[in-house]
């Protein structure tokens, strides 16, 4: 399977921040923000605040277990 990495600009905690993931991420991470009536940055602030590491592996842990 060949994915595309898309960077993308998210702010969180009031600061522009880019993020490089496959397309099967942001999906996933878009899904996951409307079901739980959130906004696509506030989910990546969460899971910024409770990561041991580089953001764009955490969120792809996240959305895995999701």
Do not use: C, P, Y
């Not at 397309?23 to 940055?41: M, P």
């Amino acid at each position: 399977m060949n994915s595309t990495v898309t960077k993308r600009s998210v702010v969180i905690a009031g600061r522009k921040t880019s993020i490089s993931l496959e397309d099967e991420f942001w999906n996933g991470l878009k899904g996951i923000a409307r079901q739980h009536q959130r906004t696509l940055s506030a989910v990546v602030g969460e899971i910024d605040q409770k990561r041991h590491g580089n953001l764009s592996s955490a969120i792809r842990v996240f959305v895995d277990r999701k």
